[in-house]
């Protein structure tokens, strides 16, 4: 089975710019999380959906994050105009909803780095 | 308080001697604690968890030891291999509105010497 699949694998660009980064979770997951992962401050959880449907977004560091899911096989998580504090390692993870505790499957992540 | 406190930060170990990671947490909400490894390169994946309910787990090499009353869990790595040399996250879920939301530790790089 395909795991949760993430693009791009590294990004870099100039400050100010657009970022997008994509996921694809595994299918028939209902959950949705976005992460990301520094040095100083760790794992940090951005934001997370259920059936596409943003549940919690206390994690966005500032306006210029925002994500979305407009179907359950897709999200993006879009930073705009962005700044090199955001250079971070992203991570997308996908989980099933229902059953008891389901574990968390990860993408192999996005390393941005914003010059 | 959604927080989960690691430590060491980073560990050392003989190929063939016993890895030890602790964490700790406050919120007894918590429901479930799973044990993540990550390797260079690609994501955290689940190692072992544990349930509340039960004071020990052990699959293989790996044993997580949970202590309610303390509110401590502890990973413990036996006969560590050079192939576990890796970071390690321990985690505690609590569920929001339908959806398991994971509080992660700060994280342990663990490095086993051959």
């Known amino acids: 089975d395909a795991g949760v699949i993430q693009s791009p694998r590294h990004e870099v660009t100039e400050m100010g710019q657009e970022v997008t980064l994509r996921c694809k979770p595994i299918s028939g997951h209902n959950s949705l999380f976005w992460y990301r992962q520094t040095m100083m401050r760790g794992l940090e959880l951005l934001i997370y959906?259920?059936?596409?449907?943003?549940?919690?977004d206390s994690g966005m560091p500032e306006d210029r994050f925002s994500a979305k899911m407009p179907n359950a096989s897709f999200s993006t998580l879009k930073i705009q105009p962005s700044e090199p504090r955001d250079s971070a390692v992203y991570f997308c993870a996908s989980s099933r909803r229902t059953g008891g505790n389901q574990p968390q499957h990860f993408g192999d992540g996005t390393r941005l780095s914003i010059l | 308080q959604q927080q989960v406190k690691q430590s060491p930060q980073s560990l050392i170990v003989q190929k063939g001697g016993i890895s030890i990671i602790n964490c700790a947490y406050e919120n007894t909400a918590f429901d479930y604690f799973p044990w993540y490894q990550q390797f260079p390169g690609k994501g955290p994946a689940l190692l072992i968890a544990?349930?509340?309910?039960?004071s020990e787990k052990k699959e293989g090499r790996f044993t997580i030891s949970f202590n309610k009353s303390a509110k401590q869990f502890s990973l413990h790595i036996m006969d560590s291999q050079p192939g576990d040399s890796a970071t390690y996250f321990c985690?505690?879920?609590?569920?929001?509105?339908?959806?398991?939301?994971?509080?992660f530790g700060q994280g342990t790089r663990l490095t086993i010497n051959p």
């Open positions: 959906f259920n059936n596409n449907v943003p549940i919690d």
């Open positions: 544990i349930r509340p309910d039960v």
């Open positions: 985690a505690a879920t609590i569920i929001i509105q339908g959806a398991q939301k994971l509080v």
